[in-house]
């Protein structure tokens, strides 16, 4: 396989991939990764230039990176050949990697999040144009009821029917049933995975959807990484902050991914966030009184118009690729005040 030597220094650094071991070896999470970034750019250091080690000197006199920094470095770096050879069995697998300086990275991740909550990798199977489209998030719980199943088809059928893609997150329950029913009629999803992507793509259905591009499945770590709790909460902004607008379906009052997640939208204003006006929810109804938009069953309007198409003009700017030849005089970065934090803040230095 190919990939490029600035990919790969984003692989070694911010993703666990070719088994890293040691305290020192754990890969860098996305605050951290994107100051470094930002340290390497002011120095005038490429972020290749770390896997060849003829800026380790520059390193230490430019940045002043901490004995513990330096060691992390080294140790991901070290992982060069382990690491061309694991991305190369994975794209047997038909896994393959895209990098936040990648153009295929997903636009609405970059145009809604600040640029340190942003991924620095995504590990994905399926074609990665999907996650591009103009969608809707869905979530809900993972055993819905009768009318919450029959809810959550009605409005995935409407978004395939108006060439809309259904941005989820793969769970059993609301997830899979907004997924399976885009996917059978003719329509396209984008699932943000906290189970790990090496399991759920060996599945017959979802690897035929991935190779017919039907489904994209993306995972912000390695393809082996084991679910946790906690990372099931954290993609849940990925999810929201891809669709032109939120459909929350069913949410527990005051707990759960759904109800969080949709909070978290609408008080972050990632995206419309429309709440399905049960009133055998109490849920559903605190997330109406925080702000949520209540909704019934889909009706005759187009989604997208209910939705809104986002604007093209004014508001946060998107955080493009960085353009390290040639910066930017002013940045989405700059913009959000994130470069005020250094990386003595998060003890590096």
Known sequence: ????????????????????????????TARPFHLLM???????????DLLSGSEEENLVRDLNLSADAQGRIRLLSARKDSAVKALGNLE???????????????????RKLRETQLPPLFFYAGDPKL??????????????????????????????????????????????????????KGGVYVSYLAEPLSIQIRKQELRQDAEAGRGLFLSDAAPDTPFTAGRALGRN???????????????????????????????????KTFI??????????????????????????????????????????????ADWENPPEESAADEAGWHQMSLKDLGMI
């Open 237 to 271: 902004k990925y999810i929201y902050a891809s669709g032109i607008a939120a459909f929350a379906v069913e949410a527990s009052l005051g707990k759960g991914g759904t109800f969080n997640g949709a909070l978290y939208s609408i008080a972050h204003r990632l995206t």
């Open 131 to 184: 996650a591009g489209m103009a969608g809707i998030a869905v979530t809900g719980l993972r055993q819905p009821d009768a009318a919450g199943r029959d809810f959550t088809e009605k409005l995935a059928e409407k978004a395939a029917e108006e060439g809309l893609a259904i941005y989820s997150g793969g769970a059993r329950g609301t997830d899979q049933i907004a997924e399976k029913t885009a996917a059978g």
């Open 92 to 110: 047997d697998r038909g896994i393959h990697v895209m990098t936040v300086f990648d153009p295929e990275y997903p636009r609405m991740l970059r």
């Open 1 to 28: 396989m190919e990939i490029s030597e600035r990919d790969l220094c984003v692989v070694l650094l911010a993703s666990a991939l070719a088994d890293p071991e040691g305290e020192q070896s754990r890969p860098l």
């Open 38 to 48: 930002a340290e390497l750019k002011n120095a005038g250091i490429m972020p290749e």
């Open 276 to 321: 399905w006006d049960n009133k055998d929810f109490p849920g559903n109804q605190e997330l109406i009184r925080r702000g949520g938009i209540p909704c019934g069953f889909p009706d005759e309007r187009p989604l997208a118009d209910l939705c809104g198409r986002p604007k093209q003009q004014g508001g946060k700017k998107e955080a493009e690729p």
